[in-house]
């Protein structure tokens, strides 16, 4: 397994945390799973949370630029 380091506000930490564990999972988990689905990883849910994270990325695109999220 490969570690990256995910940069986010205190807020944002706080929320995620709250989700991920609302569904017995840590943050860093959730995120992984989201990764798996977007790459069409061996350990993604499926073939609907493939498409649903990529929908995602399409729609999110807009909001880079010059490789910073604005």
Excluded: C, H, P
């Amino acid at each position: 397994m490969i570690t990256f380091e995910v940069k986010l506000t205190e807020d944002e930490s706080k929320a995620l945390s709250i989700v991920a564990s609302q569904r017995d999972a840590t943050s860093g988990e959730l995120l992984a799973a989201f990764a798996a689905d977007l790459t069409y990883s061996d350990r993604s849910g499926g073939s609907d949370e493939r498409m649903l994270a990529g929908d995602w990325l399409s729609r999110q695109s807009y909001r880079w630029i010059d490789g910073e999220l604005m």
